[in-house]
């Protein structure tokens, strides 16, 4: 069956960095777009980057964050530096519904989710 599995979330300083990543299975990766958002107390979950054959990304996160896959590993990273407090969210990875562009981050556009990996940033 269709999974995602978010890893590498933790407590970091401001300024400090995180990767975060996506363990993919039951399908083929490499045929699907696959977007990161993060929810935070209080407020709507977000799309923050998505990566088909380049990385997109918001305008809150850009410079800043890096997104990659690596399809024969079937995974995803999101490289995070210079990290703020507002950077505190779950962060989700998630597969978009209708394969591999990638086209805004609508949650109903996506069909399978992660559990989610907390990313805290405080000092």
């Known amino acids: 069956q269709v999974q995602l599995a978010e890893s590498g979330g933790g407590l970091v300083q401001p300024g400090g960095s995180l990767r975060l990543s996506c363990a993919a299975s039951?399908?083929?990766?490499?045929?699907?777009?696959i977007s990161w958002f993060r929810q935070a107390p209080g407020k709507e979950r977000e799309g923050v980057s998505c990566?088909?054959?380049?990385?997109y990304y918001v305008d809150s996160v850009k410079g800043r964050f890096t997104v990659s896959r690596d399809n024969a590993k079937n995974m995803v990273y999101l490289q995070m530096n210079s990290l703020k407090p507002e950077d505190t969210a779950v962060y989700y990875c998630?597969?978009?519904?209708?394969?591999?562009?990638?086209?805004?981050?609508?949650?109903?556009?996506?069909?399978?989710w992660g559990q989610g990996t907390q990313v805290t940033v405080s000092s």
């Open positions: 998630a597969r978009r519904r209708f394969g591999y562009a990638c086209s805004g981050y609508v949650p109903n556009d996506y069909d399978y």
């Open positions: 039951g399908f083929t990766l490499g045929d699907y777009a």
């Open positions: 990566i088909d054959g380049i990385g």
